[in-house]
């Protein structure tokens, strides 16, 4: 590219059944923006989604810089995101709803994967195609704070904006009562 920016793997879903024939599985450099989300600096990471028979393996870090507006004082501030995470995706609801147990869960013999019952809550079709981008996407959207504060200094909500002569709702003029 002419202006110097260097850009990841293309983004694009890959059907399951893809992923299935590739023994290493498929990795993705991430040096762009993504679609979902409004960031400052393109997303940076990488992604690794390995298919072993009924789960996909997926491990991924990323970072980038979003804009948030202060929850307390309505100033925007600059928040950093990332993520570093390991997720398992059953491939199929039926075999959950078979109760397939751990030992099963790799119907295509390969590599011996420890499994904790608890990392196993997610599922995906079989037949669908694994987003890599929206993957990234949610991961990230999952580190958005709850609450947005712009930190320790926080000067708080501007008090003298309210103008003194804007009528009182008479339903409210006891309080002002209270507070002269």
């Known amino acids: 590219m002419g202006d110097g920016l260097q850009t990841g793997d293309p983004l694009i879903p890959v059907p399951l059944q893809e992923l299935s024939l590739l023994e290493q599985g498929k990795q993705w450099r991430i040096n762009q923006r993504l679609s979902e989300l409004e960031s400052l600096t393109p997303v940076r990471g990488q992604l690794r989604a390995v298919h072993r028979g009924n789960i996909l393996e997926l491990d991924g870090e990323a970072s980038t810089i979003v ?3 202060c929850d307390r004082c309505l100033q925007q501030f600059n928040h950093p995101l990332l993520f ?35 990392e196993l809550t997610e599922s995906m079709d079989p037949r669908a195609d694994f987003d890599p981008e929206h993957w990234v996407f949610e991961q990230l959207n999952l580190q958005l704070p709850v609450v947005n504060r712009c930190g320790s200094d926080c000067p708080g909500p501007n008090l003298n904006a309210a103008v003194a002569d804007e009528p009182i709702d008479p339903r409210w003029a006891a309080l002002k009562k209270l507070n002269p």
Do not use: F, K, N, Y
């Open 84 to 118: 570093e995470t390991h997720e398992v995706l059953w491939l199929g609801e039926q075999a959950r709803e078979q109760g397939m147990d751990l030992e099963s869960v790799l119907e295509a013999g390969g590599a011996v994967i420890e499994l904790d019952p608890d």
């Open 67 to 69: 804009t948030l507006c």
